[in-house]
């Protein structure tokens, strides 16, 4: 049997849970780790490749123990191990919000019988809605070089792999690109529609791009149930927080779209 085939089995067919709680912690807290860098960086156009991290007031390395996430902040008490200036709660922060939300879309997958290689689809799902729902909100735009990403990386993913409820690789492929094309021209037309009416810019192209995005990951129904659910979201949180946080108007879509596709995937998975 090769990876590929194990791909393909259910994961409660090859882990059992506790194993599954355990590693999908660690590895979702080190993805956390990485997408920190991600929400850093991306906007200010400097690259993700990880360079050695250096502690930003005394210059010294950083060493590879103290970079192991959430144990490492732990242990140096949230103070640099040279010259005690302490660190940004934010890098924990980020470790345990994306440890915790790997490991809850891993559970459901594991109980609901779906296959290994949805754990795949999941690091797709949050390595574009996590760095986009903080960089919706501090910069105001969805960066293109993680909306295509998203898009691509959704595609390829369908293609691989056979994704329920597709019977082939082809169909698996079709769906995607029903669900791609769906997002794009879905909200392109209600943005161009809204415009018209409102006479300003309701949504921007960044939104439209995510829709692409969700719409490759997920499929057709996957896109429709986030647009729907996004919207009641942000409507919600505009009418509940407005007064504190959307003052000049600008609601951060795909901050609540992020939370929306997450959701989505949760019952995506039950497969009802
Ligand atoms: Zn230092």
């Given amino acids: 049997m090769n990876i590929y085939d194990i791909l393909c089995m259910p994961l409660q067919e090859v882990v059992p849970l506790g194993i599954t709680v355990v590693f999908s912690f660690i590895f979702g807290s080190c993805l956390g780790s990485f997408l920190n860098v991600c929400i850093w960086r991306i906007p200010l156009g400097e690259s993700v490749v990880i360079v050695p991290s250096h502690c930003p007031k005394c210059n010294h390395k950083i060493r590879w123990f103290d970079n192991v996430p959430v144990i490492g ?41 779906v296959e290994v290689h949805a754990l795949i689809a999941v690091i797709i799902l949050l390595s574009v809605a996590v760095p986009c729902a903080f960089i919706d909100v501090e910069h105001r735009k969805l960066p293109d070089k993680l909306t295509y990403f998203g898009m691509i990386s959704g595609v390829l993913y369908n293609w691989v792999f056979i994704v329920h409820p597709a019977k082939s690789h082809p169909d698996s492929l079709l769906l995607s690109l029903i669900g791609l094309a769906a997002g794009l021209i879905g909200l392109g037309v209600f943005a161009g529609i809204t415009g018209k009416l409102m006479k300003k810019r309701t949504l921007g192209a960044g939104d439209v791009k995510y829709a692409g995005f969700v719409g490759a990951l997920t499929g057709l129904p996957g896109v429709l149930v986030t647009l729907l659910l996004g919207s009641i979201l942000a409507i919600a949180g505009y009418l509940l927080l407005r007064k504190k946080y959307f003052k000049d108007g600008y609601v951060p879509f795909g901050t609540f779209l992020g939370i929306a596709v997450y959701i989505t995937y949760m019952l995506l998975w039950t497969r009802i």
């Fill in 73 to 113: 902040f732990l242990a140096l008490g949230g103070k640099c191990r040279d010259c005690k200036a302490p660190i940004s709660p934010r890098y924990i922060i980020m470790e345990l919000l994306v440890g915790a939300l790997f490991t809850l879309q891993a559970v459901n997958i594991w109980h609901n019988g």
